[in-house]
Protein backbone atom coordinates (compact mmCIF):
# COMPACT_ATOMS: atom_id res chain seq x y z
CA UNK A 1 0.00 0.00 0.00
CA UNK A 2 1.17 3.26 -1.30
CA UNK A 3 0.38 6.84 -2.10
CA UNK A 4 1.57 8.61 -4.97
CA UNK A 5 1.31 12.61 -5.51
CA UNK A 6 3.25 14.52 -8.26
CA UNK A 7 6.48 15.04 -5.76
CA UNK A 8 5.40 12.83 -2.95
CA UNK A 9 5.47 8.98 -1.85
CA UNK A 10 2.89 8.47 1.11
CA UNK A 11 3.90 5.04 2.69
CA UNK A 12 2.48 3.54 5.72
CA UNK A 13 4.31 3.12 8.49
CA UNK A 14 5.59 -0.35 9.48
CA UNK A 15 8.50 -2.32 10.40
CA UNK A 16 9.98 -2.45 7.22
CA UNK A 17 9.83 1.71 6.15
CA UNK A 18 11.49 3.33 8.52
CA UNK A 19 14.73 1.37 7.40
CA UNK A 20 13.51 1.71 3.31
CA UNK A 21 14.06 5.15 3.54
CA UNK A 22 16.90 8.05 4.55
CA UNK A 23 15.48 10.78 6.49
CA UNK A 24 16.83 14.14 5.82
CA UNK A 25 16.00 15.97 9.47
CA UNK A 26 13.28 13.93 10.32
CA UNK A 27 13.59 12.35 13.77
CA UNK A 28 10.34 9.93 14.61
CA UNK A 29 8.77 11.18 17.47
CA UNK A 30 7.43 9.41 20.43
CA UNK A 31 4.66 9.21 18.40
CA UNK A 32 6.00 6.60 16.21
CA UNK A 33 7.13 4.25 18.84
CA UNK A 34 3.56 3.94 20.41
CA UNK A 35 2.29 3.50 16.89
CA UNK A 36 4.62 0.08 16.38
CA UNK A 37 3.16 -0.67 20.09
CA UNK A 38 -0.36 -0.76 18.95
CA UNK A 39 0.94 -1.97 15.29
CA UNK A 40 2.09 -5.38 16.57
CA UNK A 41 -1.06 -5.58 18.67
CA UNK A 42 -3.39 -4.99 16.23
CA UNK A 43 -2.19 -5.00 12.42
CA UNK A 44 -5.58 -4.24 11.04
CA UNK A 45 -4.12 -0.53 12.27
CA UNK A 46 -1.61 -0.47 9.11
CA UNK A 47 -3.24 2.66 6.76
CA UNK A 48 -5.01 4.60 10.16
CA UNK A 49 -2.01 4.96 12.20
CA UNK A 50 1.01 6.87 11.11
CA UNK A 51 2.48 7.31 7.05
CA UNK A 52 6.18 8.66 5.93
CA UNK A 53 5.75 11.67 3.63
CA UNK A 54 8.30 10.82 1.65
CA UNK A 55 9.98 13.43 -1.34
CA UNK A 56 10.04 11.65 -4.52
CA UNK A 57 13.08 13.62 -5.93
CA UNK A 58 15.87 13.21 -2.83
CA UNK A 59 13.55 10.20 -1.71
CA UNK A 60 13.95 11.28 1.98
CA UNK A 61 11.39 10.90 4.79
CA UNK A 62 10.45 14.78 5.28
CA UNK A 63 7.64 14.30 7.46
CA UNK A 64 4.78 12.29 9.10
CA UNK A 65 0.98 11.93 8.76
CA UNK A 66 -1.67 9.86 9.59
CA UNK A 67 -5.09 8.91 11.11
CA UNK A 68 -5.42 8.62 15.12
CA UNK A 69 -6.87 5.20 15.09
CA UNK A 70 -9.40 3.58 13.06
CA UNK A 71 -13.04 5.12 11.84
CA UNK A 72 -15.28 5.18 14.45
CA UNK A 73 -18.61 3.84 14.34
CA UNK A 74 -19.70 6.84 13.33
CA UNK A 75 -17.16 6.33 10.10
CA UNK A 76 -14.71 9.63 11.25
CA UNK A 77 -10.75 9.78 11.54
CA UNK A 78 -8.64 12.28 13.21
CA UNK A 79 -5.92 13.27 10.99
CA UNK A 80 -2.64 14.79 12.25
CA UNK A 81 0.58 15.64 10.28
CA UNK A 82 3.90 17.33 10.15
CA UNK A 83 6.41 18.61 8.25
CA UNK A 84 9.86 18.94 8.95
CA UNK A 85 11.06 22.64 8.92
CA UNK A 86 12.80 22.79 6.06
CA UNK A 87 10.69 21.60 3.89
CA UNK A 88 8.01 23.82 4.76
CA UNK A 89 6.36 25.99 2.62
CA UNK A 90 6.16 24.17 -0.53
CA UNK A 91 2.95 22.49 -0.06
CA UNK A 92 4.26 19.76 0.78
CA UNK A 93 1.37 19.34 3.86
CA UNK A 94 -1.20 19.87 1.80
CA UNK A 95 -0.41 17.61 -1.37
CA UNK A 96 -0.08 14.77 1.71
CA UNK A 97 -3.38 15.57 3.65
CA UNK A 98 -5.28 16.01 0.32
CA UNK A 99 -3.88 12.78 -0.74
CA UNK A 100 -4.26 10.93 2.29
CA UNK A 101 -7.95 12.04 2.95
CA UNK A 102 -9.07 10.82 -0.62
CA UNK A 103 -7.53 7.71 0.32
CA UNK A 104 -9.64 7.26 3.19
CA UNK A 105 -13.10 8.40 1.83
CA UNK A 106 -12.36 5.59 -0.95
CA UNK A 107 -12.50 2.39 1.45
CA UNK A 108 -15.88 3.37 2.00
CA UNK A 109 -15.01 3.30 6.05
CA UNK A 110 -14.86 6.96 6.39
CA UNK A 111 -17.69 9.52 6.04
CA UNK A 112 -16.07 12.44 7.93
CA UNK A 113 -12.27 13.52 8.72
CA UNK A 114 -12.08 15.74 11.61
CA UNK A 115 -8.59 17.62 12.59
CA UNK A 116 -7.06 20.30 15.05
CA UNK A 117 -5.06 22.71 15.27
CA UNK A 118 -3.80 25.78 17.38
CA UNK A 119 -5.76 28.93 16.48
CA UNK A 120 -2.22 30.51 16.01
CA UNK A 121 -0.69 28.00 13.89
CA UNK A 122 -1.29 30.03 10.33
CA UNK A 123 0.32 27.44 7.95
CA UNK A 124 -2.19 24.27 9.76
CA UNK A 125 -5.08 26.26 9.14
CA UNK A 126 -3.97 27.59 5.73
CA UNK A 127 -3.63 23.81 4.78
CA UNK A 128 -6.70 22.86 6.39
CA UNK A 129 -8.95 25.68 4.60
CA UNK A 130 -7.22 24.55 0.86
CA UNK A 131 -8.49 20.84 1.85
CA UNK A 132 -12.05 23.06 2.52
CA UNK A 133 -12.30 21.94 5.94
CA UNK A 134 -14.78 23.65 8.31
CA UNK A 135 -14.07 25.41 11.52
CA UNK A 136 -16.37 23.91 13.87
CA UNK A 137 -15.28 24.74 17.33
CA UNK A 138 -12.77 26.85 19.33
CA UNK A 139 -12.04 24.54 22.20
CA UNK A 140 -9.78 26.22 24.64
CA UNK A 141 -6.95 27.74 22.02
CA UNK A 142 -7.60 24.80 19.30
CA UNK A 143 -9.58 24.83 15.99
CA UNK A 144 -11.51 21.83 15.69
CA UNK A 145 -12.28 21.15 11.55
CA UNK A 146 -14.43 18.57 10.10
CA UNK A 147 -14.79 17.29 6.00
CA UNK A 148 -17.57 15.55 5.44
CA UNK A 149 -17.03 13.36 2.16
CA UNK A 150 -20.68 14.31 0.70
CA UNK A 151 -18.82 17.72 0.62
CA UNK A 152 -16.44 17.46 -1.45
Known sequence: MKLETNRLK???CNFEAISAVPAMNYVAGPHISRYFEQLREDPSLLGW????????????????IGFKGKPEVAQTVEVGY???????????????????????????????IVAACHEDNISSIRVLEKLKMKKVALEDDM??????????
Open 10 to 12: IVP
Open 143 to 152: WKWELLKSNR
Open 82 to 112: GIVSSAQGYGYATEAVKAIVKWAFSTGKVNK
Open 49 to 64: GVWYVVEKESNTIIGD
